[in-house]
């Protein structure tokens, strides 16, 4: 025999026994923590019986129940982070034609002429990215809480429609916000006379209402979710 084939035998043979005796002295210490001062069978050979007992014998012994609850959460999230990938391109584009905004009637209205509305709009991707992260690790974690046996979970009608809501609400704010931007720039130009000056403080609000129309959506799409993950982990904390 090749002295090579006869040292990795050697080798395997060695790792293998001194797995088996290290199995052993677990499976020994495992025994006396649960029997107390009793000590494991003397011999040996009761342990090998035992670890190679047969198959099915092993299974029959097992016992185990499926947590819908956790399963349903660890779902939902993936169902976020899903959404949040797909989302984005569709929130980008949308964005993109948002800082690209003229006015028909007159091109020198633009998305610059509102306060604040172009940096508000320009980090809004960035935004519905890590709310749809962190809606997606939340509840994972509550789906990994409920496997371990630290809560119980429910198929909450209303939490998971708040948390469609967050979608729905972004969704909406994306496609209604050109439309209010043509009104109200069609207040600003005023038929080529802007806004008459006896209307004090009026152009001021005018000016920042695009940004809080943004931030509307925004935060009503924030609460909604919000609301949802929370009433999912009340259901969760139910059966502590």
């Known amino acids: 025999m090749n002295q090579y084939a006869l040292i990795f035998l050697i080798a395997v043979a060695s790792w293998l026994v001194i797995m088996v005796i ?16 009793r000590a494991p069978p003397p011999t040996f050979w009761a342990f090998l019986i035992w670890q190679f007992r047969p198959l099915k014998r092993r299974q029959m012994a097992q016992r185990g129940a499926m947590n819908i609850g956790g399963i349903m959460l ?41 306060t604040g509305f172009t940096a508000v709009v320009g980090i809004t991707p960035l935004l519905i990215l890590v709310g749809f992260l962190t809606a ?11 496997m371990k046996g630290a809560g119980t979970g429910k198929a909450d009608p209303g939490s998971l429609m708040l948390l469609g809501l967050s979608i729905v609400f972004i969704a909406i704010g994306l496609i209604i916000e050109p439309v209010a931007l043509d009104g109200i720039s069609s207040v600003l130009y005023g038929g080529g006379t ?15 209402s695009p940004m809080l129309v943004h931030l509307s959506f925004l935060a009503a799409a924030v609460l909604s979710g919000f609301f949802g993950i929370k009433k999912l982990g009340s259901a969760t904390d139910a059966g502590d």
């Open 136 to 146: 997606a690790v939340v509840t994972g974690m509550m789906g990994v809480k409920i």
């Open 74 to 114: 660890l779902g939902i999230g993936m169902v976020f982070l899903a959404i949040g990938f797909i989302f984005l391109p569709i929130s980008t584009t949308a964005t993109q034609g948002l800082l690209d905004y003229a006015y028909s009637a007159c091109a020198s209205i633009t998305d610059e002429s509102y």
């Open 194 to 208: 802007g806004i008459a000056a006896t209307f004090i403080g009026y152009e001021s609000i005018i000016l920042i």
């Open 22 to 37: 290290g199995a052993y002295r677990a499976w020994k210490s495992a025994y006396v923590k649960v029997h107390g001062a």
